[in-house]
């Protein structure tokens, strides 16, 4: 920027130095009704300079109302939103350090791809000179060389996202918000995007928010994700600690595919607790918290630690201790090119799902419907939630 350019954003520019352990974006205790229904509920939460943070949940859950606030384009009913360690409740949206990338993408159609990167520029009064550069380095960042003259008809779905995220960039926020960015894409497109986005996230340094409602999006492009339900965070984590330790039953369930068992809990000896469940079986499980004799719980096991066989593990003394037994029959066999996905009806009922890698081209030692098998799985591959 030269010294006759002006600022393009005077709130960034006022922007205080941050003491490290301030977060760049701190929201507390946010909420905002439309009507009797609650879309955000005392909502809290802080992220970081840098980090890449995905908003998961269902459609109703408040996570683009909750990405509309921090643009501006909504007032909080009550609560703070913290930028940079200050209030930008009175901050226009245009005149926030923050830009968002809309799911439809709002290019102008009069406009060619250049004319669309440089708007949000010339609103700002920056001059020619540092528009033609500044949009220059946007179409080169996007790769959208020698397509500048082009209008939004003329460009497929992925290139008009990208001259939507040009767009968004150009004007270098603090944070750049993406409201389901990828949702009109193919999906091989998508996993492309992705990818670039992460790569360009990382060259840039900047903040980046995505709402999303894909979780294997989420898991892929963000360092942590936030569970949304019902207009409030179910749990903030990282994709693998989402994934493999959740904290409510709700996100067990919504994070990936789980089987459940309810029961309560029998016996406790040290770190390993044995769950009666309600079908009948006694499951060994490895629990560190101090969960008390009686409690009601559900045992949560994801379907790729449920291994097949037709006689079971090792029948050996320390075996039989350390893993969890459940006969059955194969009543369902579903081949997904990298895994296959077995459902086992067990005899006490209930129904375990079984994903197992497909590691060999053609594996002729696999299991049919109507086949007798054993589950099983260690206490390790289990998690306790309380009910």
Not at 227 to 247: C, F, T, W
Request: with cysteine; glycine share 8%.
């Amino acid at each position: 920027m030269t010294e006759e350019s002006p600022e393009i954003y005077a709130p960034q520019a006022n922007l205080p130095a941050m003491p490290a352990d301030v977060p760049l974006l701190r929201i507390e205790g946010v909420s905002k009704s439309f009507g009797n229904f609650r879309a955000v509920d005392r909502l809290s939460l802080d992220i970081a300079a840098g980090e890449f943070f995905a908003l998961l949940g269902p459609s109703g859950c408040g996570k683009t109302t909750l990405l509309r606030m921090l643009a501006g384009f909504e007032t909080a009913d009550g609560g703070r939103i913290l930028l940079g360690g200050r209030d930008i409740a009175p901050v226009l949206p245009h005149e926030r350090p923050v830009n968002m990338m809309f799911q439809n993408y709002a290019l102008f159609p009069h406009l060619d791809v250049r004319d669309n990167i440089a708007f949000g520029l010339k609103r700002a009064g920056l001059p020619r000179a540092d528009i033609d550069s500044r949009v220059a380095e946007m179409v080169a960042l996007v790769k959208l060389e020698g397509m500048e003259k082009r209008k939004p008809d003329q460009l497929s779905g992925g290139q008009k996202q990208r001259v939507a995220l040009a767009r968004s960039l150009a004007r270098r926020p603090k944070i750049l918000l993406l409201d389901e960015p990828l949702a009109a894409l193919d999906r091989k497109l998508r996993e492309s995007t992705q990818l670039e986005l992460m790569e360009l996230q990382r060259r840039l340094g900047m903040t980046f928010i995505v709402v999303t409602h894909d979780q294997e999006e989420a898991m892929t492009m963000a360092n942590r994700i936030g569970v949304m339900n019902g207009g409030r965070l179910e749990q903030v984590a990282s994709p693998r600690d989402l994934y493999e330790a959740p904290q409510s039953r709700w996100v067990a369930e919504f994070v990936g595919d789980v089987n459940l068992f309810d029961g309560e809990v029998a016996s406790r000896e040290h770190s390993r607790i044995t769950v009666s469940t309600s079908g009948g079986a006694a499951l060994a499980v490895a629990e560190p918290r101090n969960v008390s004799v009686g409690t009601a719980v559900s045992v949560a096991i994801r379907p790729e630690k449920v291994k097949l066989s037709r006689r079971g593990p090792g029948s050996d003394a320390v075996s039989s201790q350390l893993i969890n037994r459940l006969e059955g029959e194969v009543t369902d066999v579903s081949y997904l090119g990298g895994l296959t996905v077995y459902k086992v009806k067990l005899d006490s009922g209930a129904v375990v799902r079984s994903s197992i890698a497909n590691t060999v081209r053609l594996d002729r030692d696999t299991y049919s419907v109507g086949q007798r098998v054993v589950a099983w799985f260690t206490p390790d591959d289990c998690v306790v939630l309380q009910r």
